[in-house]
């Protein structure tokens, strides 16, 4: 294949959520990671649930209602300055160490960047912007415009409209397993960050690469462009 | 409103899946419930994605694939024997103790009793003889039929479909609050046994009614039926 674009999922893969799980310590000691962790969870049920249903609300929205429901299950009240609060962290998530200089390596091999991700712009534009990455993509792309989240198909298709390229042309990264199967699923070569060395889904699909960080996605590129 | 027919959803509602923990528990001591737990939930997530990516497979491959990354995550070897062992449960739930009377009771309210479920006839039918329910029931609807999962509104619309019944006659009863919720979107009256005494979802929408068995689900049906 020739390269010519590659497609980014945001959080995980990009900006590094533990913050939220700090802030989630701060203000409820001693369940912080688990808040965060029943919170993300819930909030990816939350975006299947409404595309299966065809009920979209934006990511923010969900985001709120997941912690809403997290709070209530471990029977922790919730008031509107912390949730404002834990809120506040999705807009200033920091970038995993290596990924500006990553991300900077491979615009130089003449790679088109571009985020997809199931933020709405609300939320990406401000943590895009407090990360410094505003010159590096060339789109920044929100499932708000399919009003679907991944992995509907559409939200994939959005990545292959807006960029102009072929979906065999294209690398679609993720530090999601699941996100990974929804785009090789859909078409995409993919790349899995596996931060957390997780095991593979067991969906029939395998990612064509898999690494620890961005620095593995580098090698990758680099030894696909050599053949 | 006149109720006509009542739509049951059927693990965790019907039948009591707590036989697959106690067998989880014989084949990994000490791991049974953490390993149940899981299952479970991912056997429910790639139900989801797989209808968002329309890559379904029928709900005992899904169910053995769960169960294959549950024992890759925990770091449990899973032979060949102890997956049929594990897989077998399911042919031979039993229903929560109050059941049978009470759907005999409904019955001779006049309601039209159906089960609609996520599993596939090779799966419901087994159960659905040993519970010693074949003649309760005048449908017995898998989600098969439509090669998508719940919450897909395909589903729901199957039990208005071969009930011949309108959905504002209709109640559907689930034990999961988002098979609830995707019910209630699509439109049906709904009622949420609610064994677990779990939390409300946060998706706006709310169950009619909501009790903890199924005495709790005739009590409204009688309630309602006055009105």
Same mark, same amino acid.
């Given at each position: 294949m020739s390269l010519q674009a590659i497609l980014f999922d945001a959080?995980?893969?990009l900006?590094?959520?533990?913050?939220?799980?700090?802030?989630?310590?701060?203000? +409820? /000691?001693?369940?912080?990671?688990?808040?965060?962790? %029943?919170? =993300?969870?819930k909030q990816i049920e939350y975006t299947r649930l409404r595309t299966l249903s065809g009920t979209y609300q934006p990511f923010d929205q969900v985001t709120r209602d997941a912690l809403q429901f997290a709070c209530s299950k471990l029977g922790l009240t919730l008031d509107?300055?912390?949730?404002?609060?834990?809120?506040?962290?999705?807009?200033?998530?920091?970038? +995993? /160490?290596?990924n500006l200089s990553v991300l900077h390596e %491979?615009? =130089?091999?003449?790679?088109?960047?571009?985020?997809?991700?199931?933020?709405?712009?609300?939320m990406l534009d401000p943590v895009v912007k407090a990360a410094g990455m505003e010159g590096v993509f060339t789109h920044v792309i929100s499932a708000h415009r399919v009003k679907k989240f991944k992995t509907a198909p559409e939200v994939y298709q959005l990545g292959l409209d807006l960029l102009g390229v072929a979906v065999y042309n294209s690398l679609f990264v993720s530090s999601n397993g699941w996100d990974i199967c929804g785009a090789a699923?859909?078409?995409?070569?993919?790349?899995?960050?596996?931060?957390?060395?997780a095991p593979r889904e067991v969906l029939g699909v395998s990612p064509d690469g898999e690494g620890r960080s961005l620095h593995d996605l580098l090698q990758f590129v680099r030894q696909r462009e050599e053949h």
């Open positions: 959080y995980g893969t900006f590094d959520v533990y913050a939220i799980s700090a802030e989630a310590e701060r203000q +409820f /000691p001693g369940q912080g990671t688990t808040l965060a962790n %029943l919170w =993300r969870d509107q300055s912390v949730q404002e609060r834990l809120m506040a962290q999705y807009n200033q998530l920091t970038p +995993f /160490p290596e %491979l615009k =130089r091999e003449g790679m088109a960047l571009a985020i997809l991700s199931n933020g709405n712009p609300d699923w859909f078409g995409y070569r993919t790349f899995w960050v596996n931060r957390a060395a």
